[in-house]
């Protein structure tokens, strides 16, 4: 039996509405908070782990990463999604090892567990041709690591570029070939191969689990977004989805569907709880009473949203109406960044353009929450994690209290949001074990991941450099595609999710 006291620090309340004036211990037994109480108040029979000056929060959980655009971390800004996509997603994919898989992996969960992630989910692009020991290399990272994460290989039938609007009448044939791989997995293995690794790694038993993550509804068929439920619904898997990130993707479902995606996947009967709808940033108050009557999440990525200019979520409007809120940072190909406290602080920030009540602002307290009880509740997993409380798996981040963040102590948790930047961090710790120590990962070496990453780097640079060269060749068909869609109307009522022209 492994048990220890964290003794002193003051600890977010488990409704992570505020910080316990007084410091506290926290009784950890493999692996599981047992207790909280004042100092002293617990049986000292066991180790004690001195944390005075402390403030001890639930480690944040990044309910939405793509680890496999991490080797294009910092190659691409200015452009919308659409246009970006061909980029990270191209259509001859990198030749990867699974040695090159996992130090990818490694690239944004390091970074990650290092700023107070303790928990990542991976949307995991395995396609064209799945390599199941591709997906092993990842899930070893997350388990050499530390990290807990949830992997998930993204799942389509209908190839990216079918999906997007006009296509074939901006694109040449010729075009149009050289943009469909010369072969692919059917998705039926794709989910065979999460049904047998469910398993092994169900994430209510397992620190490195599976959920299912269906790529969005325009690139997916009806019968595989079905398979997909009924495999959630037998396994108790998660699911994530992107839907209506962008102005383009809402227009072209309304001009193709006459519908908006989210009406939709809720007359398909997909939309449930521990379903995450991916960005939802274009959406009509009907899509709000649909999500909120199926207890199905919205998963917010704001930093994301701002980088590829995709819009500005109706935050507000989403919580009046019910809906449970996670929020992520995205991949690194879009955000270079797994530090999910900036996505904290600017969840924040960047609610307070929308309308003219400050009294409806989002505030410090709302976004903490989306970040760590939001993120549980989304994949259904807020009976293991998200909350510093008894019964639940020790996850948890210290930061020191006598830093210049917190100095003058007046509001530990909004000085957290607001002012510290993550150099604060005291310790982390996942399933009762420390895997952060004054700033350095304490089971694999730093030092050694990133030399390793520059040297597969090297090698890699020109296949990268040679994708986007023809990704280059495809770029005007998709500025006129783009251009097109900004004239479509969009599904009556849209709530604004842009600023206007000045």
């Known amino acids: 039996m492994n048990t220890f006291i964290l003794r002193g620090p003051r600890a977010l309340t488990d409704d992570g509405a505020r910080v316990t004036p007084d410091p506290v211990d926290l009784v950890i037994e493999n692996g599981v908070i047992m207790a909280i109480g004042p100092v002293g108040s617990q049986s000292a029979d066991c180790t004690v782990i001195e944390a005075p000056d402390t403030l001890a929060i639930p480690g944040f959980i990044n309910s939405h990463h793509h680890s496999h655009e991490n080797f294009h971390k910092g190659r691409y800004d200015r452009l919308p999604l659409e246009l970006w996509m061909n ?205 909120a009557a199926s207890g199905a999440s919205i998963q917010h990525n704001p930093n994301s949203n701002l980088k590829l200019g995709s819009g500005l979520m109706p935050l507000r409007a989403v919580l009046d109406a019910g809906i449970n809120v996670s929020l992520g940072t995205d991949g690194c190909g879009s955000l270079e960044s797994t530090d999910m406290l900036r996505v904290v602080a600017n969840t924040a920030l960047i609610h307070k353009l929308r309308g003219g009540d400050y009294r409806r602002w989002i505030g410090a307290e709302e976004a903490l929450k989306a970040a760590t009880v939001g993120g549980a509740k989304a994949l259904g997993l807020d009976n293991h994690i998200g909350r510093l409380a008894p019964g639940l798996r020790a996850d948890l981040v210290l930061y020191n209290l006598n830093g210049p963040a917190f100095t003058p102590l007046n509001d530990p948790l909004r000085q957290l949001v607001f002012s510290e930047s993550g150099t604060g961090i005291h310790s982390v710790y996942v399933d009762g074990e420390k895997v952060v120590s004054d700033g350095r990962l304490t089971k694999l070496d730093q030092g050694d991941i990133s030399r390793r990453i520059e040297k597969t780097m090297t090698s890699l640079r020109p296949a990268i450099e040679a994708s986007e060269a023809l990704t280059e060749t495809l770029r005007p068909a998709y500025e006129r595609i783009w251009s097109r869609c900004q004239s479509l109307p969009l599904a009556p009522g849209t709530l604004p999710a842009r600023l206007p022209e000045s």
């Open 87 to 291: 980029y990270v997603r191209p259509a001859k994919p990198l030749p990867l090892t699974p040695e090159d898989v996992y130090l990818r992996t490694l690239i944004g969960a390091s970074q990650a567990l290092l700023s107070g992630t303790t928990c990542i989910v991976d949307d995991f692009n395995a396609s064209p041709i799945l390599h199941p020991e591709h997906i092993e290399a990842a899930l070893a990272a997350y388990q050499d690591l530390g990290i807990r994460a949830l992997l998930g290989p993204t799942l389509f039938d209908v190839p990216f570029h079918q999906s997007v609007p006009f296509i074939h009448e901006e694109c040449c044939s010729e075009t149009l070939a050289r943009m469909a791989p010369a072969r692919s997995t059917p998705p039926d293995e794709y989910l065979k191969l999460v049904e047998k690794l469910a398993r092994s790694h169900h994430p209510k038993d397992n620190r490195v689990g599976v959920l299912l993550a269906p790529s969005a509804p325009q690139r997916c068929t009806e019968g595989l977004l079905r398979e997909v439920r009924a495999m959630a619904d037998d396994t108790g898997l998660p699911v994530i989805i992107h839907v209506q990130e962008t102005r383009v993707q809402a227009a072209s479902a309304w001009h193709d569907r006459g519908m908006t995606l989210f009406r939709y996947l809720d007359e398909l009967g997909f939309l449930a709880p521990a379903t995450s709808l991916i960005h939802a940033v274009w959406l009509t108050p009907d899509d709000l009473e649909r999500v």
